[in-house]
């Protein structure tokens, strides 16, 4: 049996005011593939947008893949990797604080998602110079300015 196919995928939401219109970009490379995504909301939010995007290029991915997510939202690193997410999903979604977890509809999708694949997820500075992260922004504001917005 062959191992799955690697993807590395960087992630990046925007939005014009928070809340505002808003977009996410993907990059999605493979060895031999590169694949962008993108899209527009009218009215939305940075995280929502941050979390539109890994969910977008996981949802792109046709069969079971390892994945290595950047993203500059250290919400979503820590969420994932520190086990907010499991904990959030374990006191009905209420923080450690005692608020409301926000978009939880959004981690419900996500953390189907990442059931499907194996997924790591990496930080990595935003508008830091690194080239794909930076195509990421572009195809993510790329998106709002366009005017066609998803919703």
Not at 1 to 18: E, K, L
Not at 29 to 48: D, M, Q
Not at 115 to 130: D, P
Request: aromatic letters at 8%.
């Amino acid at each position: 049996m062959s191992a799955p196919p690697n993807v590395i995928m960087y992630t990046d939401g925007a939005c014009s005011g928070n809340p505002g219109p808003g977009g996410y970009g993907v990059v999605m490379l493979t060895a031999t593939k590169r694949k962008e995504l993108s899209a527009a909301f009218r009215a939305t939010t940075n995280n929502r947008m941050e979390l539109m995007a890994v969910i977008a290029g996981l949802r792109a991915l046709r069969v079971t893949c390892e994945v290595s997510v950047y993203t500059d939202s250290q919400l979503i690193v820590n969420a994932m990797t520190k086990g907010w997410l499991k904990n959030w999903q374990a006191n009905n979604w209420i923080t450690s604080s005692r608020s409301k977890v926000k978009n939880i509809d959004l981690w419900e999708d996500l953390a189907a998602l990442c059931k499907a694949h194996h997924v790591t997820f990496n930080w990595i500075r935003g508008h830091s110079g690194h080239a794909e992260n930076e195509r990421a922004d572009a195809l993510a504001v790329a998106a709002i300015k366009s005017g066609n917005f998803a919703d």
